[in-house]
């Protein structure tokens, strides 16, 4: 069965670092997509940042610069180091895995059939 926890979640104010992990299970994660997504209250899913089965990577506008999207597939884990945090970033996060011809975090959210419990992140000004 595949699995995923998402951890690291904390309140920070604005300008300061995250570093959110993925853990999963099963021999299966170095060949999917995984993307973090992000849902604020009242606002749609979101992907932030995606990185493929070759290890390609892709952030949403918003986040590009800031963030950084990493998997270290010796120890199934999927990370997100966040930077320079601001009050907008505010939202649970959630790590999300299958196998998908496209990998970009402009995917749909509904395409992805594996997800964690998510971890909230609160950036305070």
């Known amino acids: 069965k595949v699995q995923l926890a998402e951890s690291g979640g904390a309140s920070v104010q604005a300008g300061g670092s995250l570093r959110l992990s993925c853990a999963a299970s099963g021999s299966w994660y170095s060949r999917y997509c995984m993307v973090w997504f992000r849902e604020a209250p009242g606002k749609e899913r979101e992907g932030v940042a995606a990185?493929?089965?070759?290890?390609?990577?892709s952030y949403a506008d918003s986040v590009k610069g800031r963030f950084t999207i990493s998997k270290d597939n010796a120890k199934n884990n999927l990370y997100l180091q966040m930077n320079s945090l601001k009050p907008e970033d505010t939202a649970m996060y959630y790590c999300a895995a299958d196998q998908l011809a496209r990998c970009d975090e402009r995917r749909d959210w509904r395409a992805f059939g594996y997800w964690g419990q998510g971890t909230q992140v609160t950036v305070s000004s």
């Open positions: 990185i493929d089965d070759e290890g390609s990577t």
